[in-house]
């Protein structure tokens, strides 16, 4: 059995890769870093260092790794002999990935099963998108390729750090982990991966892992940063940081209980051991990773605005969550494209504007009025 996993970075070889090899794949890897790859290729096993309570490690073989920028003949041709295909190359990145499975998925042999596609980013529905990617790339073509894949959402969970300069392709990771699948697409032949569960309906996961595990990580990366702070679990050792992202948390949960009706028990469970995940004093895990891309982070289905539209809607409190949003605007890594981006939107152009590009919200949103006002004082401040 062979699986393809575009994107051999921290959750790639941490946590997908690790699982895929555990369940009997051939694992190969496609990315566009030369280095990386070479650096993959130099070696025969990799180690998957698991820190903190319970940690262990997992050593991964049977691998490779291919540079799709260089040789994407070669991933077409793996592609076309795989059973399976996974991401986790970030959302934005899918449409440059789809190209290489529609060349792949004409290639394949039309009496194979189908193609198990599945991409496992932070985003609602992320395979989704990566279908539409691969429809529009292949235009009229997609009629006789569509019956060679089948497609299945994910919701993925574990938070693999960046690795320190000179790790090699060894892994530092939480021990936790859990990735969910949608059971339906796969009928009587899911594929072999242990300790994922499937399950018939994903929306009640995705959105409690992303509404409350990324919406924590990120309230406590940008409060992080406002107070000076570089890593995750310094910035929660904080009382005040630690009760404003637990106030948000308790908002979003507000959301899931009502819309999914999870029991506010299990979810304050849940909460708990989220939070004591991002304390870990083990796992190296940055501010700068976290808050990354802040303009994604504020879009309309993500982790702030999705939750909080949808309390604002239900006439539910959205202050923690409009805080922790506010926060995200005063976000400004020059090395970060997406906060160099956002700050000079918020210098060169009005309120409304700015609330409008960054959230999607319509002007009649109950949310809408909250973020302007957070979006007004961010630029009182920069203008001050
Ligand atoms: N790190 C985590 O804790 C974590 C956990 C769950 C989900 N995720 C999600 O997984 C995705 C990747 O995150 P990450 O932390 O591993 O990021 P990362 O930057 O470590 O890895 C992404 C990899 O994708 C590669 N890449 C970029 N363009 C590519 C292309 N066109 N084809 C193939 N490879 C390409 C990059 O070179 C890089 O190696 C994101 O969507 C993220 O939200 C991350
Ligand atoms: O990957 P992002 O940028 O969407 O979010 C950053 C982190 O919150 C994220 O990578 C977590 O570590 C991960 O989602 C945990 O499962």
């Known amino acids: 059995m062979k699986a393809v996993h575009f994107g051999a970075g921290n959750i790639g070889r941490g946590f997908v890769g690790l699982l895929l090899h555990e369940g009997g794949y051939e694992v190969v890897f496609s990315d566009v870093a030369g280095p990386l790859v070479d650096a993959i290729n130099a070696v025969s096993e990799y180690t998957v260092h698991e820190v903190g309570e319970g940690g262990r490690d997992h050593v991964v073989t049977g691998f490779r790794a291919i540079n799709s920028a260089e040789h994407p003949d070669q991933v077409i041709e793996e592609v076309a002999g795989a059973n399976v295909v996974t991401t986790a190359v970030g959302p934005t990145i899918l449409r440059f990935v789809a190209p290489h499975l529609v060349a792949g998925l004409a290639l394949r042999d039309p009496s194979?099963?189908?193609?198990?596609?599945?991409?496992?980013?932070?985003?609602?529905?992320?395979?989704?998108?990566l279908r539409d990617e691969m429809v529009e790339a292949a235009g009229e073509a997609w009629a006789a390729l569509e019956q060679r894949a089948v497609f299945a959402n994910t919701a993925v969970d574990r938070i693999v750090p960046e690795q320190p300069?000179?790790?090699?392709?060894?892994?530092?990771v939480e021990p936790f982990f859990e990735w969910a699948i949608e059971r339906h697409p796969f009928g009587d032949d899911p594929?072999?991966?242990?300790?994922?569960?499937?399950?018939?309906?994903?929306?009640?996961?995705?959105?409690?892992?992303?509404?409350?595990?990324?919406?924590?990580?990120?309230?406590?990366?940008?409060?992080?940063?406002?107070?000076?702070?570089e890593r995750i679990a310094d910035a929660l050792?904080?009382?005040?940081?630690?009760?404003?992202?637990?106030?948000?948390?308790?908002?979003?949960?507000?959301?899931?209980?009502?819309?999914?009706?999870?029991?506010?028990?299990?979810?304050?469970?849940?909460?708990?051991?989220?939070?004591?995940?991002?304390?870990?004093?083990a796992l190296p895990d940055h501010v700068r990773r976290v808050a990354r891309q802040p303009l994604r982070k504020l879009s309309r289905n993500e982790r702030f605005v999705g939750p909080a539209a949808e309390a604002a809607e239900r006439g539910l409190p959205?202050?923690?969550?409009?805080?922790?949003?506010?926060?995200?605007?005063?976000?400004?890594?020059?090395?970060d494209p997406q906060a160099v981006e956002l700050q000079a939107m918020l210098r060169e152009q009005d309120a409304d504007a700015v609330t409008a590009a960054v959230t999607g919200l319509e002007r009649s949103h109950p949310l809408y009025a909250r973020v302007r006002d957070a979006v007004a004082a961010r630029q009182a401040a920069l203008a001050g």
């Open 191 to 229: 594929p072999a991966i242990p300790g994922a569960h499937f399950v018939d309906d994903l929306a009640p996961y995705i959105e409690r892992k992303l509404f409350t595990v990324n919406t924590g990580h990120a309230a406590t990366a940008y409060f992080g940063a406002q107070a000076g702070v």
């Open 237 to 281: 050792a904080g009382p005040a940081i630690a009760a404003r992202v637990a106030a948000a948390l308790e908002e979003t949960s507000a959301v899931l209980i009502a819309k999914h009706e999870f029991a506010p028990e299990e979810l304050a469970e849940y909460r708990a051991t989220i939070l004591a995940r991002f304390a870990n004093p």
């Open 112 to 129: 194979s099963p189908p193609l198990q596609i599945m991409a496992c980013e932070n985003a609602i529905n992320a395979t989704d998108l």
């Open 318 to 335: 959205v202050d923690a969550l409009v805080a922790a949003m506010a926060a995200a605007l005063a976000f400004d890594d020059p090395d």
């Open 165 to 172: 300069a000179g790790a090699g392709v060894d892994v530092t």
